[in-house]
């Protein structure tokens, strides 16, 4: 069976219920919150051996991340490092309702993942992986996050393993000029570029529509394979081949949208969760948008569904997309 492995942190979202504020509400919900185990979880549902790798405080709200985390069926490799001298990242989530947005504070500056280095994470189990799966937002944390990060690809590449990164950009946690120089830094070993449309254009300073996108990034940047997506409008995939660029488009159907936070991991762990059963792209794609629509539809970041749901989303996609 093929084996998803992903590296980042997650920080504990606290979110006011339905649509409330933060500065007037008096509860919260506390979630798990990352791009990379987002992913894992999703992969994970559709049959995929998952595992996420992160360094944590050893204390309750780092046992909180993982316990979460395995409560959705994907293993965890942890390095448990002393919380008097690390803390646990925190998010603080706001929902929106047109014409007010949803709005993110982060507070993660000091946490434990910005401190891992290479000997951090269990190698071994990464060079064995089919496909292994960053945010850009983890390297983003610090130089030694980076480095670290950039080790990580290193090793899965040279082993032969699908490498991706998601840019999952978002405005107040890093400054884009240090996001794309870490991007930059990373693309010798990256084979897969997931990114959304405007975050791809704010972070590498690129304009264009989402195929225009994909194939100048492709070329400038000799990756294999680019995926942008456009949010509730689907998504498309370039596929660079010897003499030729492929690309396949999917747009997403109709959906009742609920919550959006976690549509962009779910697309991702979809995306690649596919990908590494299967090297049909545009089936990848299909099964990525179908996981990033029932995100849509569910309360929280992290997507609770089972493969026969995404299957049959799958199969409305693929009559939309023609």
Avoid: C
Avoid at 250 to 273: I, K, N, W, Y
Wanted: aromatic share 4%.
């Amino acid at each position: 069976m093929p084996e998803f492995v992903t590296f980042g942190e997650t920080p504990l979202r606290l979110s006011p219920p339905g649509k409330e504020r933060l500065e007037t509400a008096d509860t919260a919900t506390i979630d798990a919150d990352g791009t990379e185990s987002n992913a894992a979880v999703t992969a994970q549902l559709l049959g995929v051996d998952s595992t996420w790798v992160s360094k944590l405080p050893d204390s309750p709200l780092g046992r909180r991340i993982v316990a979460e985390l395995e409560s959705h069926g994907i293993e965890t490799e942890i390095a448990w490092a002393d919380s008097t001298d690390t803390r646990q990242g925190l998010v603080f989530h706001e929902s929106g309702h047109p014409p007010r947005e949803a709005l993110r504070w982060h507070d993660r500056n000091g946490s434990a993942t910005a401190t891992a280095t290479p000997g951090d994470l269990p190698m071994d189990r990464i060079q064995s992986a089919d496909v292994v799966f960053t945010g850009l937002s983890t390297p983003g944390l610090s130089r030694d996050a980076a480095e670290t990060t950039k080790a990580m690809l290193r090793a899965a590449h040279g082993s032969g393993a699908t490498t991706a990164i998601d840019v999952d950009y978002q405005p107040g946690f890093a400054d884009p000029d240090f996001l794309k120089d870490v991007l930059l830094e990373l693309f010798e070993h990256l084979e897969v570029l997931i990114a959304n449309e405007s975050k791809i254009r704010t972070v590498l300073d690129r304009s264009g529509k989402p195929r225009e996108l994909a194939n100048t990034i492709a070329a400038d940047y000799d990756l294999e394979t680019v995926v942008i997506t456009r949010s509730q409008h689907g998504a498309v995939a370039l596929q660079d081949t010897p003499g030729t660029n492929v690309i396949h488009e999917r747009e997403t159907v109709e959906s009742a949208a609920l919550d959006d936070s976690g549509q962009h991991g779910a697309f991702s762990g979809g995306f690649l969760g596919r990908l590494a059963e299967d090297d049909d792209l545009s089936a990848a794609l299909s099964y990525g948008v179908a996981a990033a629509t029932l995100a849509r539809t569910v309360p929280g970041p992290l997507l609770t569904a089972d493969r026969s749901e995404v299957e049959r989303v799958v199969d409305d996609v693929i009559e939309k997309s023609g």
